[in-house]
């Protein structure tokens, strides 16, 4: 089951690559800052282009170990 579910939440991911989504985020680091899209999929940007509690648009890139490397596009809120 677990497997199935790795390989299922890999698909949803690389399904979202090249689209824009809108980040909320939780989390701010020195070098980067993490966040939630609206389907909990986790997303990371590289650098605090953020604050905590902060909405940002981004394109999604890359996947990544658990989620997705975004670049920001502007700030909503």
């Keep these: 089951m ?14 979202l690559l090249g689209s824009g989504l809108e980040v909320l985020i939780d989390k701010v680091a020195a070098d980067r800052c993490s966040g939630y899209a609206p389907d909990y999929t986790r997303c990371y940007l590289d650098g605090a282009v953020a604050r905590a509690g902060e909405l940002v648009a981004v394109s999604a890139r890359e996947l990544h170990a658990d989620g997705i490397r975004c670049e920001p596009v502007r700030r909503v809120s």
Excluded: G, Y
């Design 2 to 15: 677990r497997a199935l579910s790795e390989v299922r939440s890999r698909l949803h991911r690389a399904a």
